[in-house]
């Protein structure tokens, strides 16, 4: 979990959720299933800032463009994601770099 001050904010000790409303490079993601790509989405259309982020942050939209993903990727999420899959998305997205907590 990152420590330290963020914009002159205290995070030290905070749970995630409060973190991600404080910290512009944390995502939070309440999705059910594939939450890897839903997170992987939604970090990138923020990064860029993308007109959709609000849609796909609120779950809306975000179906189509996840399954793309799965197919460009060819990366399976039914059985649940792990390292292997982190890194298949990380050779996708060779502009960003993934972290997840």
Known sequence: MPVGIGYGIKIKGRPLSVMAH?????????????CLAHGTIIAIARVENDANYTVYRKGREIGPVVQTLLKET????????????????????????????
């Open 74 to 101: 060819g990366i399976d999420l039914t059985n649940i994601g792990g390292i292997p899959e982190l890194n298949c998305f990380q050779e996708h997205f060779r502009d960003y770099k993934i972290v997840v907590y």
């Open 22 to 34: 404080l910290k512009k490079i944390i995502v939070e993601v309440k999705a059910e299933e594939i």
